[in-house]
C-alpha cells in the first residue's frame, strides 16, 4: 500500500478523527485546554492496521521496545511503574495488568505519519509528539491521574470506559499525578498541593465509552482514570503532545545568553583562604531579586495576557464531534 494510502492525513488528521467537530474547533479546543470528543469510525483505521498487526497480547511479547507497566495497589491507586521487555510485559498482561508500548510508532510506521500530520496541523515541533499503545486485558485500567502532556487517543479494537473531569484546582502542570499518592514531584509540590480545597478530583466524573474509530483529545492536567469494558482486551493509542511550556523556552534562552559571558560560566563557588562555599547565599538572594522584579515586569505581563487570550479561564462542556 502507498504511504500516502496508509493512513486518513490527507484530508487533515484532526478533521478525520473529530469529523463533527473539525479541525478548527479542536484547534480552538486545544488552546483553550478543554476536552473533546469525536469519531471518524472504524475505517480510518483501516491504514493503521495494514501497517501493523493488533492482536492484543502478541503486540506486548513482541515489541521491542520498552514496555511500562502500571502497577496498582488497588482499583484507585498507584503502586509503580516499571518497565520490562516484552516477554516479561506478556505475562504481566496475562496476569491482568495494563501495559504501555513505548515508542509505538517505530514499529508502526502509520502511527508516525499520524505524530507527523499532528504537528504540522497543531504547529508543534515533531521531537515534542510521541506514540505509545495503551493494552489492557479485561476489567484492567488505570487509576485516576492527571498528565504533563496534551494527549490525542484513539481506540483501535475493544472497547475502553474513561471516566474525565475538568482539573479545577490546577492549569498547565508540569508533572504527572495520580489521585490519592503520596508522591508528588519535586517540581509539581512547587505550585501543586493535594489535599488542599479544589486540589482533588470532583466526586461526580464523566463517564466515556471508546469504540474503535472513536477519539478523544485531552488537555494536559485533566483528571482521566480508564477501564477495558465489556469482554476484550482494549488497544488504544495515545498520541502523547508534549509542548514545552514558556518558563522552558524563556530557560533555554537565558542559559545560551549567560554562556556567552565568562563569569556566568565560571564554576559557582567562593573560595578564600580558609574555605569554600557552594551559591553563597548572598548572591542567591540578588538572583532571586532578579527573578521578582522579571516576574513583576512588562514580559512577565505580556505573556499572561497571551496565555489568558488563548486559554479560556474556565473550560468548557465536553465538545462532542460524534
Known sequence: MAEEEAHPVKGG????????AGAEEVRKAFAEGRRITGSGGPEILDGMKDSVAF????MVQRHPHGVRLHLTRSADRYRADIVVDGGQGAAFFDDGVSVNLEEFDRVCPAAG?????LAEELG??????GCSAFVSPVGSGLPLHFDDKDVVVVQVSGVKRWRLADNTGLRHPTAN???????????LAGYYRPGSPG???PRHLDTVDLRPGDALFLPRGHWHGTEAHEQAP???LSFGIATPSWSAVFLERLRLRLLTADHWRAPALRLDSNHGRFAPADLVRRMDEAISDLMSGELDRALAEEITAGRAPDPAADVSGR
Open 199 to 201: 486540589a482533588e478530583p
Open 234 to 236: 482494549s488497544v488504544s
Open 13 to 20: 488528521v484532526l478533521s478525520v478523527l473529530f469529523p463533527g
Open 55 to 58: 492482536e492484543a497480547r502478541a
Open 124 to 129: 508543534v515541533p515533531r521531537r515534542f509528539l
Open 113 to 117: 505519519l499520524w505524530l507527523d500530520a
Open 177 to 187: 499525578y495520580a489521585a490519592g499518592s503520596r508522591y508528588v514531584s519535586r517540581e
